[in-house]
């Protein structure tokens, strides 16, 4: 009995040691993502809504700060001296896709389909719905 027990204990071992890596974890690529959305504050310079004429943001708008461990903020800032108007909106902002494609921001409750993402640009479509829906374009540098 003892060996029967030594045997099935075995097996049960090397099930799990020949399973899947680990999942949770970022590779690489997932990385450098994540490294570019949160290494600066993104100030809103460009924005384009449907049935609207676009609107280019000079001397203020909102700028979005994203934390690497899931937080963020928003604020009005007037860019020349930093001043805010209003009180910071704090936020959780988590990616919905494998590919870190959306962002999804809960105190808007918007999803940010990633069009654009370099150290300078993030390009973005704005959706109270899943992407595959009506996009606003919105541009931060």
Same mark, same amino acid.
């Given at each position: ?26 590779? @690489?690529?997932?990385?450098? *993502? ?6 600066? $504050?993104?100030?809103? #310079? /460009?924005? !384009? ?22 937080? @963020?903020?928003?604020?009005? *800032? ?6 805010? $108007?209003?009180?910071? #909106? /704090?936020? !959780? ?49």
């Amino acid at each position: 009995m003892k060996h029967l027990s030594c045997i099935i204990l075995t097996l049960v071992v090397f099930v799990l040691v020949s399973c899947e890596e680990r999942t949770g974890f970022y590779d @690489g690529e997932q990385q450098e *993502i994540i490294a570019r959305l949160t290494m600066k $504050e993104w100030k809103l #310079v /460009y924005e !384009h809504m449907p049935s609207f004429d676009p609107t280019e943001f000079h001397g203020e708008g909102w700028v979005y700060k994203f934390n690497s461990n899931g937080t @963020g903020s928003y604020k009005w *800032i007037k860019w020349e001296d930093g001043s805010i $108007e209003g009180e910071p #909106v /704090y936020f !959780h902002w988590t990616f919905t896709t494998d590919n870190l494609a959306v962002i999804y921001i809960d105190k808007s409750e918007r999803f940010w389909l990633i069009d654009k993402l370099t150290a300078n640009e993030l390009w973005v479509y704005d959706s109270y719905q899943d992407p595959c829906c009506t996009l606003t374009l919105m541009r931060c540098s």
